[in-house]
């Protein structure tokens, strides 16, 4: 079976697929994101060559080269190539707003959430909030461009700056938890593997700001709410995160589209990229 993977690049995780895939008996091809082109009366684009598809990255790019890239994806789906994930599911996840509302609408349960355009909306809604909110870039990962303010004088000095700039401003209530979050994988209907990651002197647990991973296995119930999360956002695949609030509840604090898994196969021990291309070429052929 001819596999693209699509990504910003050949690094660790585009070779872990390539090397799984080759494994597996199939051709699997790295293409860069920014090098895709298209014809509409002649010869297509480069994907109609492909069986399956395997969106790895989205590269940073202008709104209009993004646009594009994803037209692609729409376009190979609407021709009956399987897309891992769907675009539409890429949409809603690269964009946290869309995420929790749809969690929201689907009962699961997400930090208190106010998204505005201006400052003064921002002040008041950092009010609601109790005066402890996390700040999130709208589109981002890995625990990057995220600060906890806890002051209305830096509020007001931060929400300005984005407000200036054209930005939006998501907030989320500040959930005071034990140093630890939960991330699941998620394929298919079942989670495959689950770790802990304990935050490394910051109240960011991810690997990639410190964290450290442990394998766990969870309880149903939150086994069960990783899967409905992830459904929620119509990710076959997804990274969820599972935050521990301080009165025994659990929130969804992410749904990954394009999640990574270097630091869970370590520890859990098990072939993320395998299981993926498996389910990939499976979809392909039922």
Not at 97 to 124: F, K
Request: net charge negative; aromatic share 6%.
């Amino acid at each position: 079976m001819r596999i693209a993977i699509l990504s910003g690049g050949t690094g660790w995780h585009v070779q872990d697929v390539l090397r799984a895939a080759h494994e597996l008996g199939h051709e699997a091809t790295a293409l860069d994101f920014r090098s895709l082109s298209a014809s509409v009366h002649t010869a297509g684009d480069v994907l109609a060559a492909f069986d399956t598809v395997l969106v790895r990255t989205m590269p940073a790019g202008s709104l209009e080269q993004v646009v594009f890239r994803m037209d692609l994806l729409h376009e190979a789906a609407a021709r009956g190539t399987p897309v891992l994930n769907p675009p539409r599911a890429v949409e809603v996840c690269v964009d946290k707003y869309l995420t929790t509302a749809r969690l929201a609408r689907a009962g699961i349960a997400t930090p208190a959430t106010a998204v505005c355009q201006r400052s003064d909306d921002a002040m008041a809604s950092f009010a609601e909030l109790g005066g402890d909110v996390v700040l999130k870039p709208l589109f981002g990962s890995e625990g990057r461009g995220m600060c906890r303010i806890t002051d209305a004088e830096t509020a007001w000095r931060t929400f300005r700056v984005l407000e200036q700039t054209g930005q939006v401003i998501y907030l989320q209530r500040f959930v005071r938890h034990p140093g630890w979050d939960l991330r699941a994988f998620v394929i298919g209907e079942r989670v495959i593997a689950a770790m802990r990651r304990t935050a490394a002197a910051d109240w960011r647990t991810n690997v990639a700001q410190g964290g450290t991973a442990e394998r766990v296995t969870l309880s149903p119930e939150n086994e069960a709410l990783a899967i409905r999360a992830a459904g929620a956002v119509g990710c076959p695949v997804a990274g969820v995160d599972l935050l521990p609030g301080p009165d025994g509840e659990m929130f969804v604090i992410e749904v990954n589209a394009v999640p990574g898994w270097k630091a869970l196969a370590s520890a859990c021990e098990i072939d993320v990229a395998k299981e993926m291309v498996r389910f990939l070429t499976r979809e392909h052929s039922s």
